[in-house]
């Protein structure tokens, strides 16, 4: 995932010997030499944070307990939720963890250097992805699986390639369901590698065990699946500017002019779940029956799907764009439907120690089979 951000958002927490002064006119705020002794910035900081003013009165028109159930209700996203988003609920009913496990381990360790693009780890993580697509008898879009494209940066035109694979209904058919997973991340600083476990090996693991699945499928059962066309695609240069997307997006429009986009569905930062034990899915207000549809995404495994991510808590943390921050943002742009599961940034997020050490295989499974789910749904559920 991209570090889409905006403005810091600050939270003023005082020491005690100041909060008596919320209860005061800020006019009327005079401190004493004694409590003065370095603390100007203390005053400043109430000066212009007039807005401490807001929630006191806040406290005294919804009363202390009202406004503890407000709070509680925006971190949780759904307090009135039959959902435990406990691990110990995961029923898991086909994805193998172990599979998945040995996916996120190779394209995160040493040897793809952290998969930045235009770099021999990517190369490498393209070679992967193409053998896996190869292995599954999925295929290529066009000549090869591998599908380059230029983009222009402020000063240079660079090079990407995106890994591209099809997997076609058994009779022709215009109806398309896409699903997406960038395979590149930040590569090397020095001599430390930034491996990219959850960003987005955890992804790209997610899309190769669902072709799998759908593969599988197909070939024993192919009338329990809906008639379309599926598209496999590991994007390249997400990280720089959701470039690989943009030059998907770009040539759909000129390779499948008479397509109809059902759904695109984004997978990035899968497996590494915070509190709550939740995955977050945007997205929902593109489909009109969503209601209707998002009980059969967990009825089985029983994963906690929680709509938007939570709001930023604390003091200094930045609020993420999520509808900017990958790659759905090049379909929204394009006005083709997408939903998108991802977990909320972590400490790992963008640093050298997101590893397979540090995600949840059994959460990633879960998250796996919900998505599946998604693409198998009947096309009356995808009508806008």
């Known amino acids: ?21 919320l209860s005061k006119n800020l006019s009327d705020i005079n401190l004493s030499p004694s409590t003065q002794f370095n603390h ?110 230029e983009y222009q940066t402020f000063f240079t035109q660079e090079n990407g390639a995106n890994v591209v694979a099809t997997a076609m ?38 899309m190769l065990a669902i072709a799998k699945h759908w593969q599988q499928q197909f070939a024993i059962q192919p009338n329990t699946l809906p008639k379309v066309n599926l598209m496999f695609v590991a994007t390249d240069a997400e990280e720089p500017g959701l470039y690989g997307s943009i030059a998907l997006v770009e040539q759909l429009k000129t390779r499948l002019p008479e397509a109809t986009f059902e759904l695109m569905l984004n997978l990035d ?35 906690c799907i929680k709509l938007s991510h939570p709001k930023p808590v604390g003091r200094s943390i930045q609020s993420t764009d999520w509808l900017r921050a990958s790659d759905h943002y090049s379909f929204h742009k394009a006005n083709i439907p997408w939903l998108y599961f991802g977990v909320p940034t972590h400490p790992q997020y963008h640093t050298p120690e997101d590893t397979v050490a540090t995600i949840d295989i059994t959460f990633l499974a879960a998250v796996t089979e919900s998505a599946f789910e998604l693409l198998q749904l009947n096309a009356e559920y995808l009508k806008n």
Request: charged share 20%; net charge positive.
């Open 1 to 21: 995932m991209r570090n889409s951000t905006q403005s810091p958002v600050t939270h003023l927490i005082l020491p005690r010997q100041y909060q008596s002064l």
């Open 40 to 149: 100007s910035r203390i005053g400043q900081l109430l000066a212009k944070f007039t807005f401490m003013h807001l929630i006191r009165d806040q406290f005294q028109r919804l009363g202390l307990l009202a406004l503890a159930c407000f709070v509680a209700t925006t971190l949780t996203g759904c307090a009135s939720s039959p959902e435990t988003c406990a691990r110990t609920e995961l029923k898991l009913t086909w994805a193998e963890p172990l599979e998945l496990q040995a996916i996120v381990t190779r394209l995160s360790s040493d040897e793809f250097e952290g998969r930045k693009t235009q770099t021999p780890g990517a190369e490498k993580s393209r070679d992967y992805i193409k053998q896996q697509f190869q292995g599954l008898g999925l295929q290529p879009w066009g000549a090869d699986f591998i599908v380059p494209f």
């Open 169 to 206: 209904a058994t009779e022709p058919t215009n109806r398309w369901r896409i699903i997406v997973a960038h395979y590149d991340h930040l590569g090397m600083s020095g001599s430390k590698i930034y491996h990219g476990a959850d960003d987005n090996a955890s992804g790209v693991a997610a």
């Open 269 to 303: 930062m899968v497996s590494h779940p915070g509190r709550p034990y939740a995955i977050y899915l945007e997205g929902s207000r593109n489909f009109t029956q969503f209601t209707q549809f998002k009980p059969l995404l967990n009825q089985q495994n029983r994963l």
